[in-house]
């Protein structure tokens, strides 16, 4: 009996949409989840299918949250007592599947080719810095000099075309990072810095429904959280400013499924086509990541463009994404607008 899991692509869609070369050697090759080979023989090919758009949809998750530079625009700490706040909208270029003929059995699973469908996935943020430990005179350099960073990440509620997406603890989420800086020179010599920083989004509840059949899909508990250090250069050309720089970033994520299926479809009975069969999905991914800035300074404001690349990673799935893969690198850019002392 064929589950045509429509509502999934409703969630998936508002959840990541709302907000190197391809290793496509792993695709569709790989074994089934333990959960999913271990759990009901009823769900085995939901469980699976599941599963795998998941591993293709966090990494994409954690890459347009984590983003390029710490402050757009901003590579040196900006001075003690000295601040900064911008906004920005960060995307990357990702690729999310086309979920419109969705077949799951009810049954054991089954390899499915998923075509890729390339959709910019974009979330606005607000950064602020302010200078915290001035930097030291030392053999012509400056040395030293301490920034702290935070961010607010912004998700509403939303409710659309029978979908709802919930954020039951608030709709923003407070992130902290700081910016150290390593030296200075005067003439044409690049100033370079580091920077840590932690963002996360907000808890997540989703849910979609059917009237015609009343089966319905609820994502529970989708946490989203990001790690990411930089190594920043900056140097600047008359009115232009540049910064580029690299570093890695660690995303983990993690969220609960509910399904109920009804009949026809269900042939099994109602508490054996409903409940929670898929708790505990879990991800973490380490990747790298390039950028580069271009920073113009108004007279009351500064108005930065980010471009950047996401490393590739390899992440097996039992189901084939055509076109791509889960794990594949992909392009990032940013726009922002900064006002302060430290500009």
Known sequence: MRLKFRSGVAIAGLLVGAWAAPLRAQNGTGA????????????????????????????????VVAGGNATLGQGTPLGLGRWTVGLRFHVIDGSVPDLSQFPADTGAAKRTRFPLQEIPLPLPMVDGAVGVLPSLPFAGFSVGGLDALVNVAYLPNVARGGVTVRVPNGPL???????????????????????????????????????????????????????????????????????????????????NLYVAIQPPRCTYGPQSCSGR???????????????ADASVDM??????????????????TFNE???????????????????GTGR
């Open 32 to 63: 089934l989840d333990p959960q999913c080979a271990g759990g009901s023989s009823t769900f085995q090919d939901v469980c699976q299918k599941a599963t795998d758009l998941y591993r293709q949809l966090a990494p994409q998750l954690g890459a």
């Open 173 to 255: 989420k407070l992130g902290y990072g700081a910016r150290l800086g390593i030296f200075d020179a005067p003439g044409p010599w690049p100033a370079l810095s580091a920077t840590w920083i932690r963002r996360d989004l907000p808890v997540v509840h989703a849910a979609a429904a059917f009237a015609a059949n009343s089966d319905r899909v609820e994502v529970e508990g989708l946490r989203a959280r990001t790690t990411a250090w930089r190594l920043v250069a900056s140097s600047s050309f008359g009115p232009l400013q540049l910064d580029a720089g690299g570093g890695q970033d660690r995303a983990s994520s993690e969220m």
């Open 277 to 291: 069969p898929f708790d505990g999905f879990a991800q973490k991914v380490t990747r790298s990541q390039l950028f």
């Open 299 to 316: 007279r009351w404001a500064t108005l930065t463009f980010e471009v950047g690349r996401v490393g590739a990673i390899a992440i097996p």
């Open 321 to 339: 994404f055509v076109g791509g893969s889960a794990g594949d690198a992909s392009w990032e850019g940013a726009l922002g607008i900064r006002v």
